[in-house]
């Protein structure tokens, strides 16, 4: 059995890395080109060394390799359902130091979500499982700068089918659907964050300026008082 081993600056041996002129790993050109394929909403063209990123779609095998050299110790998430048929995962992977952290060890955190109207056929029966690993992909890509989107976070939607879910399914109408629901005013709300300190009163004026994942946080808060 070989061991896997790192060195002072927390990269393997046994790893060729790519680097940028700044110094810091490239981790797009660290993707083994098994693992990208066109994506075919974008090209019709199947030599993936032809396409721009945006015309790519990044395998989980990928992401997970990638995951593996970067290095971490442990991936944690938090699901939640919104509704009967929305769930949303937020994932945290926590990174091993290494020299572009400056030694340090780092937790990142991204957000998945997966309904009957992003999903592809029998993966609408799978809710929970695809937002966790839209949440995983997105996370790690997102770490590393990967601007190549992951096979996951493909729904099964034109263009103005999506925008009409992407309305329906705001985390933000959810939360203001469940604050008619419960009696709770905006204003109330307002002073319950700022008392928790989490903006101050000038930054908030709608739930526009709530970020999606405090959102999220709100929604199983208040599904759990009594109206």
Known sequence: MKLIERN????????????????LIDWRKMISPEF?????DRTSETDVAKLKDYELIILLGGIKELAQIRGYTDVSYDVSTPSSDYVVAT???????????????????????????????FAKFFLGPIAENRAFVRCVRNFLKINIVAQEELGNTKMGDAQQSSTSLDPRNILNNLMKEKGVSFDKLKIKLVKEKYKSDSNLSS?????????????????KIKK
């Open 8 to 23: 002072e600056h927390g990269l393997l041996g046994n790893v060729d890395y790519q680097y940028t002129e700044e110094g």
């Open 36 to 40: 990208l394929v066109p994506n075919k």
């Open 91 to 121: 994932c945290s992977i926590k990174w091993i130091p290494n020299y572009e952290t400056e030694s340090r060890e780092v937790v990142f955190t991204s957000v998945g979500d997966a309904s009957p109207q992003n999903t592809k056929s």
């Open 207 to 223: 739930l526009d300026d709530i970020s999606k994942i405090k959102v999220f946080e709100l929604i199983e808060r208040l599904k």
